[in-house]
């Protein structure tokens, strides 16, 4: 038992690593590479697209996914930890709408059409699915009213779309780095390997590491919450 708690501790601890490295390399991407952080229509309103996207819909929608694993909440009443699981996923939520404002507001202003590619349609997919699971999940859950033969027989779908979801949303971020490299990078061009693109390149590296260890942990039926391993 304490041997699989330190194995816990320890995959719990690379997944946060990787994912507090890759906050660390999307703030240096924008701020050392890019044109910085702004509000103001142009090319720095996009660059917060790609940081609130980490932050929000893949780091805290990863740790929001697990947290009913960490055992050393498990004293904590269910009640709590339901609103510690809602509220992270709430957060996440609401910095990915503010990821998709700001895309939208610098493609109206500089006269970029929007919703044109798979990367759009695939992230605006996405996040229509996160908030169905949210008003779901709130709905059958958290709120003291869905009987409890409703509640576990929507509770595999639960599990499996938002794994889904998660794991479609680290997709479709691989697939905007790659886009945006290609887009940006002009003499030296993608292909030529400047900095830049290898940079972020790892960047991509991470948020697979950080996305592969989420899954690992959540999918671990021994390190289930207690009251929930029959689930
Ligand atoms: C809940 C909750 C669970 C499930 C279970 C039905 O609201 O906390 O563990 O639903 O009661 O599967």
């Known amino acids: 038992a304490i041997e699989d708690y330190k194995q816990f501790v320890f995959a719990f601890l690379a997944a946060v690593s990787f994912g507090l490295i890759s906050i660390i390399f999307v703030l240096t991407w924008v701020l050392h590479y890019r044109e910085g952080l702004a509000w103001d229509g142009g090319a720095a309103e996009f660059n917060w697209h790609p940081v609130l996207i980490v932050v929000g819909f893949v780091f805290l929608q990863g740790i929001a996914i697990i947290v009913y694993r960490l055992p050393w909440t498990w004293k904590c009443s269910k009640l709590i ?102 887009f940006a990078l002009n003499n030296p061009k993608y292909k030529d390997s400047p900095p830049e693109g290898t940079f972020v390149n790892v960047l991509g590296l991470l948020l697979v590491a950080f996305g592969a260890l989420i899954l690992w942990i959540a999918t671990r039926p021994h390190w289930k919450r207690p009251s929930e391993q029959a689930l």
């Open 81 to 182: 930890m339901k609103f510690a699981h809602a509220g992270l996923h709430l957060l996440a939520f609401i910095l990915a709408v503010i990821a998709f404002v700001a895309v939208f507001d610098f493609h109206n202003a500089a006269k970029i059409p929007n919703m044109y590619s798979l990367h759009s349609w695939l992230g605006l997919s996405a996040l229509l699915l996160y908030s169905l699971q949210l008003v779901l999940g709130i709905g059958l859950y958290l709120i003291p009213v869905a009987p409890v033969q409703w509640r576990a027989a929507f509770m595999p779908l639960h599990v499996y779309s938002g794994l889904f979801i998660f794991t479609a949303v680290i997709a479709t971020a691989l697939m905007g780095l790659t886009e945006k490299l290609i």
